[in-house]
């Protein structure tokens, strides 16, 4: 399986951006997919993920503020930010898993500043 994300930039703070990983590959393996972050200095933490089925779990920090979704028949995930703060400036990387791997697409920098 092979991750594509696309989506990140530089925004204002209370600003929205919309990332976007679209598999491709053994698509038909996986389950959950979703988002992680990692800034300098600081360790990868989840952000959002959604089952097959659409469940989804976020982390407190982004609750309210963001939302996962994903189109099964095209393989992708979407995360859409808004009222982005500077404290979720980092590289955003895409993830996804299926029964028996953890597959990670490319980071995507997500920069909030004025």
């Known amino acids: 399986v092979q991750l594509q994300a696309s989506g990140g930039g530089l925004v204002q703070p209370g600003g929205s951006l919309r990332l976007s990983c679209a598999a491709s590959?053994?698509?038909?393996?996986?389950?959950?997919m979703g988002w992680y972050r990692q800034a300098p200095g600081k360790q990868r933490e989840l952000v959002a993920s959604?089952?097959?089925?659409?469940?989804?779990i976020y982390a407190d920090s982004v609750k309210g503020r963001f939302t996962i979704s994903r189109i099964n028949a095209k393989n992708t995930v979407y995360l859409q930010m808004n009222s982005l703060k500077p404290e979720d400036t980092a590289a955003y990387y895409c993830?996804?898993?299926?029964?028996?791997?953890?597959?990670w697409g490319q980071g995507t920098q997500v920069t909030v500043s004025s």
């Open positions: 993830n996804a898993l299926s029964y028996t791997d953890t597959y």
């Open positions: 590959g053994s698509t038909f393996s996986i389950t959950n």
């Open positions: 959604i089952t097959s089925g659409g469940s989804k």
